[in-house]
């Protein structure tokens, strides 16, 4: 059964300070892997999708990894804002459409 | 910009009692999705749904639960007896349909439901 898993569980950063965000999963066999942002309240925004055979994707500040056979990848965040301040949850689709997520890691960026 | 949206946004019922929640995905969308996260938990996936049936669904999603797209515009939840482990966000996305590897599914912002 496919597990996800991401460290740290929570995150402190001071604005400005370059981060990365990491999630592993448990089987290699995944379609893709997504990187979601969740704020208190309210919904996931899909932030980077990466196809099983892509090694990364870039969206502005944030660059998303992915090493598929070791089951790892990282979200990096360039020159973090305030506004970064969310919960960025991982999650892998395998067999079907179905999402598989992470715990998540709760970040707090401080001005 | 599109986007799914979900009401209510606080559902408050009494065990035993049956709730509908409801969503509406974004308009050209196939795939329409629940999920749920129980307060400090992971999000969970529960169900999809194309072309008018169930395609996957979870060990969550028995007999309790079911769901329905009643119109054209209109996807729901039906909890035929709630209990109290029911409480939880639920979560409403749909995707395009864009195959397996390329699928972005876009999230409601949540029905919160609790259970008394």
């Known amino acids: 059964k496919q597990e996800v898993t991401q460290i740290p569980a929570a995150l402190s950063v001071p604005e400005g300070e370059n981060l990365v965000l990491n999630c592993s999963f448990t089987?290699?066999?995944?379609?893709?892997l997504q990187w979601f942002r969740q704020d208190p309240g309210k919904g996931l925004t899909s932030l980077l999708l990466?196809?099983?055979?892509?090694r990364e994707q870039t969206s502005g500040r944030l660059n998303a990894s992915l090493d598929k056979s070791s089951g790892r990848s990282t979200l990096y965040i360039a020159a973090s804002q305030p506004g970064d301040s969310a919960t960025y949850l991982c999650?892998?689709?395998?067999?079907?459409?179905?999402?598989?997520f992470g715990k998540g890691t709760t970040l707090s960026v401080s001005s | 910009e599109p986007e799914v949206t979900q009401t209510p946004s606080h559902q408050v019922t009494q065990m035993g009692q049956e709730v509908i929640l409801r969503c509406v995905p974004i308009?050209?969308?196939?795939?329409f999705y629940w999920y749920r996260q129980i307060l400090g938990q992971k999000v969970e996936f529960l169900v999809s749904?194309?072309?008018?049936?169930?395609?996957?669904k979870s060990e969550i999603f028995d007999d309790q639960f079911s769901v329905e797209r009643p119109d054209g515009s209109n996807f729901t939840l039906k909890i035929r007896s709630t209990k109290l482990e029911d409480s939880a966000m639920y979560f409403c996305?749909?995707?395009?349909?864009?195959?397996?590897?390329?699928?972005?599914?876009?999230f409601g912002a949540g029905t919160r439901l609790s259970v008394l």
């Open positions: 996305a749909s995707s395009d349909g864009e195959k397996i590897a390329k699928n972005i599914q876009y």
């Open positions: 749904f194309y072309n008018n049936e169930i395609s996957e």
């Open positions: 990466i196809q099983s055979s892509q």
């Open positions: 308009s050209n969308h196939l795939y």
């Open positions: 999650a892998v689709t395998q067999a079907g459409t179905a999402l598989i």
């Open positions: 089987d290699s066999a995944i379609y893709n």
